[in-house]
């Protein structure tokens, strides 16, 4: 199949096109700018993977309609990965909320044109578990955040909002058009260049020593190989069809634990992480000069979990384990030089 992938620049984007280009398909991926092929051709190699010419390149912008028709036309299935995720607390919510949601629907029209079978919307855990009183369970697909609750900031706002106007638009005006919504936890897992997940920053600042200890926060772990693997059966298998699929590995952890699975798998690396717990007042005393702090501060404290089990059960996904992402992860951003100097690869 000739498959179109929003955002081949971005973490799981790329590791999309990896799959794909393996499973013998042809892809074509949008970029805000042309100059970023070589970028994605570099992180490509990284992964293994000699593209050459069963992947080519669109230049499209979430806020933009030109470049949509032309990404889609001759596509069979569309991954619609891109999507903006701020290392910060934006000025207005606006700056994620709207090319969140108009960008899902400037993809789902020229797909519903082009006479695609079938979109792949990469939203996020974001828009299962939040706004909401805690179930006393664990999350499932039939959970939805409520983008109107308390301290639901922009970010998880803006996945809320896009992927219900996705659901919208194909039973208002999708005609033929079939989609399928993938909802991951924090993605980990190996690193192929500099653009990387937000959630990778917290292995990295760990590593690099840049956090002073381990605030009380926990969250969903899932290896970007199982992201994208999972994105895959949801495109091919037609127990897919209008249904959502949450990404998650296994429980929740805390970032105390992350942290004592570096030091207890990566040693050598691993020596400025550190494992005693940040009090609260102090992480919310940062927040104050940190704006990337601030985002995780409304979590503080707060115990969630969520199931893998619809996934297993519908699309046979099998995941990798949450301490064998975080390792990927660790031993990737060594290997690429992207920790402080000091750190050599073993």
């Known amino acids: 199949m000739l498959v179109l992938v929003t955002g081949g620049s971005g973490f799981i984007g790329v590791h999309c096109i990896l799959q794909l280009l393996g499973a013998g398909h042809r892809v074509r991926t949008t970029v805000r700018s042309l100059q970023r092929e070589a970028d994605v051709r570099a992180m490509l190699k990284a992964g293994g993977a000699e593209a050459g010419a069963a992947l080519s390149f669109a230049a499209a912008d979430l806020m933009s309609d030109a470049g949509w028709p032309e990404a889609a036309a001759g596509c069979d299935s569309v991954l619609h990965v891109a999507s903006p995720f701020p290392a910060s607390v934006p000025k207005h919510e606006d700056e994620l909320i709207v090319p969140a949601r108009e960008g899902a629907l400037r993809v789902l029209r020229a797909a519903r044109d082009a006479g695609v079978k079938r979109v792949v919307l990469t939203s996020s855990f974001a828009a ?35 992927e219900r106007a996705a659901w919208d638009f194909v039973a208002r005006e999708g005609g033929a058009l079939e989609l399928s919504v993938v909802n991951p936890v924090g993605v980990f897992g190996p690193v192929l260049g ?57 429980d929740f952890m805390t970032i105390q634990e992350i942290a004592r699975v570096l030091r207890a798998r990566m040693p050598d690396a691993a020596g400025r992480v550190p494992t005693r717990l940040l009090p609260d007042w102090m992480l919310r005393l940062i927040a104050r000069f940190d704006s990337s702090v601030a985002l995780v501060v409304p979590e503080l404290g707060k115990s969630k979990n969520a199931t893998n089990a619809k996934a297993r059960r519908v699309l046979g996904w099998a995941p990798r384990s949450n301490e064998d992402a975080i390792v990927a992860t660790g031993e990737s951003l060594v290997r690429l030089g992207l920790l402080r100097k000091s750190i050599k690869a073993a």
Request: hydrophobic residues 40%; contains cysteine; charged residues 25%.
């Open 194 to 250: 500099p653009d990387f997940s937000t959630s990778i920053q917290i292995v990295q600042r760990l590593m690099d020593g840049a956090m002073p200890g381990c605030p009380r926060l926990s969250f969903g772990v899932v290896d970007v190989r199982d992201v994208a693997d999972l994105h895959l059966r949801a495109m091919t298998d037609p127990a897919a069809k209008g249904e959502r699929f949450l990404a998650v590995a296994g």
């Open 128 to 162: 299962i578990g939040y706004g909401q009183k805690l179930p006393g369970r664990p999350f499932t697909e039939d959970d939805w955040t409520d983008p109107n609750g308390a301290q639901v900031g922009a970010y998880v706002k803006s996945k809320t909002l896009a």
